[in-house]
């Protein structure tokens, strides 16, 4: 039986399961649920929260962890343990990103104060040199470009990893809101985004109606 993902209708934290499943060359089946019932359900849910993965005897959430389990699953979680902790290193810096994201499109409503804020914070490739290196995306860049097995094309070792589909959704995510900005200060994790767009599987899964629409005007999802 295909995984399930149980969450709501976005893509939201579900997006880079559903890049893994799709990697891993499986199909995947969605159930939206509604946030009243996962409320009450708090032994599936068991922190109020979803997504949740239900694959044969696995039945979990948390996103993260799913992402692990994903990764071992699918053999996206490096090749040594070196690998396997670069790994987790990547996913737990893109979960700061996040976090700052998700308040930036559903607190601030990317509003233009604090959009304009963030930017200089998070992703300006000049205020991040001027703060010696500080800025999220300007992190990952760097890991990517010194990552020489991976050329370019993955960030921990030469073989795709979970840290490649979490950043290539984290920088999707950017790229809807930032748009050519992004492109002009990061043409490298722009092309990363277009390698791991192109890969078997995803590629087709990001052209399938199984790809939740993004929710536009506000760019949220
Ligand atoms: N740490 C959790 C966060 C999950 C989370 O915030 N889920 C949201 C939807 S994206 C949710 O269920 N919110 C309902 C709530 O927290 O009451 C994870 O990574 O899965």
Known sequence: ?????????VRGRAEVMKLAIAYGGEDFELELVNYEDMKKD????KFGQCPRLIDGDVDMVQS??????????????????????AV???????????????TLVYQDKLADEPKAAYWKTHCDPESAAARNGGAHL?????????????????????DVTMADLQVFDIVDLHARIFGDELKAAYPDLIAFHEHIAGLPGIKEYLASPKR??????NNLG
């Open 1 to 9: 039986m295909a995984p399930k993902i149980v969450y709501f209708p």
């Open 42 to 45: 708090t032994d599936a849910y």
């Open 64 to 85: 993260n962890a799913i992402c692990r389990y994903l990764a071992r699953k699918y053999g996206l979680y490096g090749k040594s343990d070196a690998e396997t902790n």
């Open 88 to 102: 987790d290193e990547i996913l737990e810096g893109v979960e700061s990103l996040r976090t700052k994201y998700l």
């Open 138 to 158: 300007a992190y990952l860049s760097r890991l990517l470009k010194r990552n020489s097995a991976g050329g370019g094309k993955a960030l921990v070792g030469s």
């Open 212 to 217: 939740v629409a993004a929710v536009n005007g």
